[in-house]
């Protein structure tokens, strides 16, 4: 019984600092531009790919770079190439970018088939906590997400240009008064995107599969995270990503899995009918 | 959260799968026309026609594609001996996408613009199912190569033999016969290395529900303890909580029925990891001669049910002839014919045989004779010797499972990935599959996995 | 140009166009009838498609379905096909579960019914709130639906689904007529719907909710309506397309794919005009199935994609709405 909850608190813990990761930088790009990026999941399908590729040639360390980069790469080109042009119908941008998550689901068919690969561990191996097993990529994973959001904590706290997303995803007018360049925290708002939805590819990859439908589960776990989060802020977003994950842990533990997203829905549900602008959101878009 | 069930697929002798590739009607071989040529609607008889036979497959999947080179061979074949009839043989592919509604689509145009006169395929029992209805009302021969369900005849043939009559099985026997035989084997490791306690953990679909219900009551019965009968969610993909009940309750081997859930990751995980215990079952990816590769060797020591021990025992005198054809003419993957390319294959030969016995491929206006030539079938295939179960048999036209998996009738084999003497392996690998079970086509024991 | 005292004795087939189609001058008029005559003579003069013209049909009725909520008051659906596969299912599992002969005048209006219900649970919560909301639950409402289809795979035969419905028929060109009537007679129903004061309102909605809202009029009542309506109308294509199949899968029915397919119909077609997405799923399932086939299986998926993204990047308002009014310059078109 107490090992029972031991395994489920260390369980949740770990998918939880995953699925932060992912949310994240989905809700940053809400926060400054108003805009649901549909394209979040393949980034993460993009970083996973990446590293699966550059991996055998230049090491671990290297593909994870690779993956990173090139996942903050494309979430800048998504930026620049396509939504750029029509952020300012939110509705296009937000088919706009789902037809592009199809098209790139359908490009990695092609490249790489249907068939899910397997990534080489980052950090072989495995140790029990608590009569646990647990693959020290999923420690790492962990770290690696405390890591990431300490850094985003410091860059927007104590950088100007930071300080300038934080402004921007607050309030958008009383940061053009202050005289931020909107299209720049824009620019790097998608960039850091990019490469929080790597970080978060490359272990979901490595830690369940990757493959060209890989994208779609974490795009529903974002969009759910920062409704439930509030759109825009950072903190509810973490804090909703634990929410689910450990949710998430324990519906697989006392119901079973395919009651998963069942859970998830009535949840949502419940967000939307009592607390719709989420734990600690501002209305929705002002 | 779920994404909807899916992925992967490598389908199944049992079954299903899914993925959203869609249909593409192609026509391979001599002029792609697709009007419908007067003198081939019936192409009985007479010379110079040319006999289409239609071919439906998931080919993005290595068994679809595998099954798929195996049709275009054994046309080639029969054209080089002369045609059906004196006809020129023709094949008209379609990808199914695993999908029953890209299936139909696919089939309902080979038939009305291509006019063919027989369809051979599909592993996926839901588009076997889903094309029944149509084929039967065009009375179409349809061969089945793949797909396990034994529903396909229990609830068309056994209710309305007339209306379905032109539906065969020439194999794999049926999923009910999987799981018995699945038990017979578990009683096979249990004699073998003294195990006496096993979990059977089956994806949650319709197809794996007789490995749930009887493999497991089966192997109590012979006084195996099983510890674990699970079904796990499609959209599984962390196996580390499952891994981890088997391990901990004391099972020696874990046998799985997986088709959908993508395994290559559970797979190195269970290797890696070392978890103690053995993993055999109906693993349809481990079918694939690219697993080794795919899984990066952590393969080794996992063992799959398979037809026709996917080419790599010679079953009979014709599997290697199969083998060596296929591997002569192409060399990328599946490097094998797989097992559905060994069944399609035998389907191709004996319809062939059959319409030639009854004088006509028309269909339309004689499928009483042809079905009379096909029910009348003593065929020697390369996966095992091949006759189909009479009108009043509990499945009639399902293919005649024999007395058990062993004899020549159907064989139903268990190919185990082991490491190759040097340079033997499949590709530029190490690794390569030997059958272990049964006795009577096994070319290597069954090993168990070093770390346990 | 046209003279306001003239209009009480204009006959009556120009007076409806005039009111439901706007404007159209003879050119606009003269290509909408041909369009008309080639749909109902498709067998005349291209049989081979008849099996393919069949499909467009039920994808049209569920690209109406979707556009008349989605389309107009920009509340965009990604789990239509929850509504459309909830119906079929729901034939499929009468006939499977209760009886194999039930009839279809009791099935039909049950699996409508069943759209409209789940409807109800699924999308009327979010109504009344932002659009991201709605498409939020919608999307996980469809999730949800086919992992309930599994995990009741009792009754629902799970991924293997249900052989048990009846087809429609064989021939095929009965099977095109028995599509293309129901089709043309929902998608006139919409047609009007769309160009009345109901429809003008929709469309505000889309463009501008806060605006009418302040006008004082109740949006999500209309919203309530509007998606009333699709129900309805997806209800009978998924009852439809049971019976076109004669069998249901999740993957046929059901899967969030299908749904994607509706949006991606419906802006190719022209979002917000019931007649664009009638012609969208015509040039898609022709696009699919005929013409980009030559990149290969999954190659034709990528091309179609893009295409879509084509058309939400360069030609939001879709293919149709830009040939009417192509049309409608022709000649001096409309003084506007």
């Avoid at chain 3, 929709?202 to 006008?215: H, M, Q």
């Avoid at chain 3, 419906?266 to 997405?277: C, E, K, L």
């Amino acid at each position: 019984m107490i090992s029972d909850i031991i395994t489920i608190l260390i369980v949740g813990a770990m998918i939880s600092a995953i699925y932060a990761l992912i949310a994240i930088g989905f809700t940053m790009i809400f926060g400054v531009g108003g805009i649901l990026n549909l394209t979040h999941g393949a980034l993460l399908m993009i970083a996973a790919y990446a590293y699966f590729v550059t991996q055998p040639y230049i090491g671990r360390a290297g593909g994870v770079i690779v993956g990173i980069v090139l996942a903050a790469v494309a979430s800048y080109g998504v930026y620049m190439g396509l939504v750029r042009y029509i952020e300012e119908n939110v509705v296009i941008t937000f088919m706009a970018t789902i037809m592009a998550a199809l098209a790139l689901q359908e490009a990695m068919t092609m490249a790489f088939s249907q068939q899910a690969q397997v990534l080489t561990p980052i950090m072989p191996g495995s140790v029990a906590i608590a009569g646990t097993r647990m693959q020290y990529d999923q420690l790492l994973a962990f770290v690696f997400s405390w890591v990431m959001i300490g850094m985003l904590w410091y860059y927007v706290t104590n950088t100007k240009d930071g300080r300038a997303i934080l402004a921007t995803s607050m309030s958008e007018r009383g940061a053009i008064f202050t005289g931020v360049d909107l299209p720049r925290v824009r620019r790097q708002t998608w960039l850091i995107a990019g490469a929080f939805a790597g970080v978060g590819g490359i272990f979901i990859g490595r830690l369940q599969q990757t493959s060209p439908e890989m994208w779609l589960e974490p795009l529903t776990l974002a969009f759910m995270i920062v409704i439930i989060g509030g759109v825009g802020s950072i903190k509810g977003s973490i804090i909703a990503a634990y929410l689910i994950g450990y949710i998430e842990t324990l519906t697989v533990a006392l119901l079973g899995a395919p009651y998963r997203v069942v859970v998830a829905l009535l949840i949502i549900i419940a967000v939307i009918m009592y607390r719709p602008e989420g734990l600690y959101g501002r209305e929705y878009l002002e | 959260m779920s994404r909807e069930p899916s992925q992967q697929n490598r389908d199944s002798s049992s079954n299903s799968d899914r993925t959203n590739r869609r249909t593409v009607l192609k026509t391979v071989g001599a002029g792609a026309a697709v009007t419908s040529i007067a003198g081939c609607l019936g192409g009985s008889g007479g010379t110079g026609g040319t006999i289409k036979i239609g071919h439906i497959m998931p080919v993005e999947t290595d068994n679809g594609l595998g099954s798929e080179r195996s049709a275009q061979l054994a046309v080639d074949q029969l054209n080089e001996n002369g045609g059906i009839l004196d006809n020129d043989v023709e094949l008209v592919t379609a990808d199914s996408a695993a999908q029953p509604s890209e299936a139909h689509s696919a089939v309902t145009e080979m038939i009305n613009r291509e006019n063919i006169q027989m369809l051979v395929g599909t592993v996926v029992s839901e588009v076997a199912l889903s094309l029944a209805d149509l084929v039967a009302e065009n009375d179409l021969p349809f061969l089945i190569t793949g797909a396990a369900s034994p529903r396909i005849f229990a609830e068309n043939h056994a209710q309305n033999y007339d209306q379905f009559k032109s539906i065969f099985r020439p194999g794999p026997v049926n999923s009910i016969k999987q799981a018995e035989y699945l038990a017979q084997y578990g009683q096979f490791l249990s004699e073998e290395h003294g195990w006496d306690t096993m979990a059977v953990v089956s994806e949650d679909a319709a197809w794996t529900q007789d490995i749930t219900d009887m493999t497991a009551s089966l192997l109590e019965e012979s006084g195996i303890d099983v510890a674990v009968n699970e079904r796990v969610a499609l959209d599984t993909n962390d196996w580390t909580p499952i891994l981890d009940q088997v391990e901990s309750s004391g099972a020696q081997t874990m046998i799985g029925a997986l088709s959908h859930i993508p395994i290559t990751g559970m797979t190195s995980s269970w290797s890696r990891n070392e978890y103690p215990f053995s993993l055999d079952g109906v693993m349809i990816a481990a079918q694939s001669p690219q697993f080794w590769s795919d899984t990066q060797g952590t393969a080794e020591y996992l063992s799959t049910a398979t037809s026709a021990a996917d080419g790599f025992a010679d079953i009979t005198p014709k599997t290697s002839e199969v083998m060596d054809a296929y591997q002569s003419e192409y060399d990328s993957r599946p490097t094998t014919p797989t097992f559905v390319g060994f069944i399609t294959h035998d389907a191709i030969n004996l319809y062939a045989e059959a319409v030639e016995r009854a004088g006509t491929a028309n269909h339309r206006e004689d499928i009483d004779s042809i079905v009379e030539e096909l029910q009348a079938t003593d065929f020697e295939g390369s996966y095992g010797q091949i006759q189909f179960q009479g009108p009043d048999d509990e499945y009639p036209n399902d293919v005649y499972p024999g007395e058990g998996p062993g004899d020549e009738f159907a064989p139903f084999t268990i190919t185990q990935w082991q490491a190759a003497e040097d340079g033997n392996g499949i590709g530029d690998t190490d690794g390569t599959k030997r059958c272990v079970w049964p006795e009577t086509y096994q070319n290597g024991d069954h090993q168990t996995p070093s770390w346990m | 140009m046209s003279n306001e005292y003239d209009r009480s004795g204009e006959p009556v087939v120009q007076r409806f166009t005039r009111e439901f189609l706007g404007e159209p001058n003879r050119y606009q008029i003269a290509s909408a009838g041909v369009a008309l005559l080639a749909l109902l003579t498709v067998p005349f003069w291209a049989g081979q498609y008849l099996y393919v013209f069949a499909l467009a049909s039920i994808w049209a009725i569920f690209a109406m379905g979707w556009d008349i909520i989605s389309g107009h008051t920009n509340y965009i659906s990604f789990g239509h096909s929850a509504l459309s596969g909830g119906a079929a299912y729901t034939t499929g599992v009468l006939v499977h579960n209760v009886n194999p002969d039930m009839a279809m005048y009791i099935t039909f209006p049950l699996s409508i019914l069943a759209a409209i219900v789940i409807g109800l649970l699924f999308a009327v919560p979010t109504l009344r709130l932002e659009g991201p909301y709605f498409s939020l639950i919608t999307l996980l409402g469809v999730l949800v639906l086919t992992q309930l289809v599994y995990i009741y795979g009792e009754y629902t035969g799970g991924e293997l689904g249900i052989t048990a419905v009846s087809t429609l028929t064989y021939n095929l060109t009965n099977l095109y007529y028995y599509t293309l009537i129901p089709m043309l007679l929902i998608g006139a129903v919409l047609v009007v719907v769309s160009q009345s004061n109901i429809g003008r309102i929709l469309r505000a909605i889309g463009e501008n909710e806060a605006a009418i809202e302040s006008s004082g009029i109740d949006t999500t009542r209309f919203k309530l309506w509007a998606f009333l309506m699709s129900a309805i109308t997806m209800g009978i294509g998924g009852a439809m397309l049971a019976h076109f199949y004669g069998n249901i899968t999740p993957s046929t029915v059901l899967v969030v794919d299908r749904s994607l397919e509706m949006v991606a119909i419906a802006v190719i077609g022209g979002m917000g005009t019931i007649a664009g997405p009638i012609g969208g799923a015509f040039v898609f399932i022709i696009l699919r199935d005929e013409v980009l086939t030559v990149f290969g299986s999954t190659g034709r998926w990528l091309a179609l994609w893009l295409i879509v993204l084509f058309f939400l990047v360069f030609l939001r308002d879709g293919i149709f709405p830009f040939i009417w009014s192509r049309i409608g310059s022709i000649g001096g078109g409309r003084d506007e």
